[in-house]
């Protein structure tokens, strides 16, 4: 059961990131649960565990994490689409 919450909130987590960047809407659930997993271990890396947590995430340092993961990824992409 632990592993199906974290996963949801991942996926809740990297859909308020693509909300915040506007690039949500390009973003499926795969995705969204990708960019919240690994916007939260870079989040809770660079700024540490503060704030209110949530299956073992803090979320504040989480949603900044998957919001610089996902401005990144599309810099990214768009620079490789040209």
């Known amino acids: 059961m632990g592993l199906i919450w974290t996963l949801i ?3 809740v987590i990297g859909a ?3 909300a915040i960047t506007s690039r ?4 499926g659930w795969i995705s969204n649960i990708i960019a ?3 916007g939260s271990w870079l989040g809770e ?15 504040i340092p989480s949603i900044i994490g998957a919001v610089v ?11 490789t689409n040209k």
């Open 45 to 59: 890396s660079l700024l540490g565990s503060w704030g209110p947590s949530l299956a073992g995430m803090a979320l």
């Open 36 to 38: 919240g997993l690994i």
């Open 24 to 27: 949500g809407a390009a973003m």
């Open 69 to 79: 993961l996902v401005l990144i990824v599309s810099w990214i992409t768009s620079r």
């Open 16 to 18: 308020i990131a693509g």
């Open 9 to 11: 909130v991942g996926a």
